[in-house]
């Protein structure tokens, strides 16, 4: 039997994952701040469960205390294979590295890297005192792999993201555990995240107007795409290579 746990799906593409996962008969777990009632009718359709777990990502003791309800429900399912999408993840503050306050920094830094890697080390723990294969998928960007005006610590939380991934993948690979650990460039989609990006002034974000592009001719794709394109990867377990950064645009 598979699970998946996946983090941010109250919307977006962490909605459009856990979707495809319970559409394609795979029980989920789902961590966020909000609830999404859709998910829960989706799961009941289609005869598998879905299971909420509140909690704000970017507190320690409510990530820590989510991470103990999980493992015991986990083990409850004693699956064969367990996915998890580490999807979670903020783009605020925009703004030049200067202007940008310490707290905004931390609570940044601790959603979109800190939380991914203790999820990740926490799961590959657990799941190595049982029978459970572990597949990680850690949604990166490509703004990993160049700087970017008013992005420092976008670009530079999903840079780490990418260099953990191929570490403890390669980790994995030299303990010949089975388990694989990649990374999901989504590309540009159609979500807050994006308009959160366009309400953005020209002094904190350089490349604005080419964003308000994008959305003016429609080259923001659909998370529903962009989850699909990915459960098809993840479908074809055995052609996953471990500690790879795969990109959207390979297959579209």
């Not at 879905?50 to 989510?66: A, I, K, R, V, W």
């Not at 107007?209 to 459960?231: A, C, N």
Request: proline share 2%.
């Amino acid at each position: 039997m598979k699970l998946a746990l996946i983090t941010g799906v109250s919307k977006g593409l962490g909605e459009s994952i856990a979707k495809l996962f319970l559409e394609s008969g795979i029980h989920v777990l789902g961590v966020s701040r909000n609830v999404n009632k859709h998910l829960e009718k989706v799961a009941a359709s289609n005869q598998v469960k879905y299971h909420h777990y509140p909690c704000d990502l970017g507190s320690m003791n409510e990530l820590e205390e989510t991470i103990e309800k999980l493992k015991v429900d986990i083990a409850s399912y004693d699956p064969s294979l367990l996915y998890l999408i580490n999807n979670a993840a903020v783009i605020d503050p925009i703004n030049q590295v200067s202007n940008i306050n310490n707290r905004d920094l931390q609570y940044h830094i601790q959603l979109n890297t800190v939380v991914p890697m203790i999820l990740s080390n926490q799961m590959l723990n657990f799941t190595s005192s049982t029978d459970t294969t572990f597949i990680c998928v850690n949604i990166t960007s490509g703004a990993a792999n160049r700087p970017i005006y008013g992005w420092g610590l976008y670009c530079s939380s999903k840079a780490s993201i990418n260099m953990y991934t191929k570490t403890a993948a390669l980790e994995q690979d030299i303990l010949k555990t089975g388990n694989k650990i990649i990374a999901f460039n989504p590309g540009i989609m159609d979500t807050s995240m994006q308009q959160t990006i366009r309400s953005s002034t020209k002094e904190a974000f350089y490349e604005v107007e080419k964003f308000k592009g994008y959305k003016e001719s429609k080259q923001l794709r659909s998370t529903d795409t962009v989850g699909g394109i990915l459960i098809d990867i993840l479908n074809d377990e055995a052609s996953i290579e471990n500690g790879k950064i795969y990109d959207v645009n390979e297959y579209v």
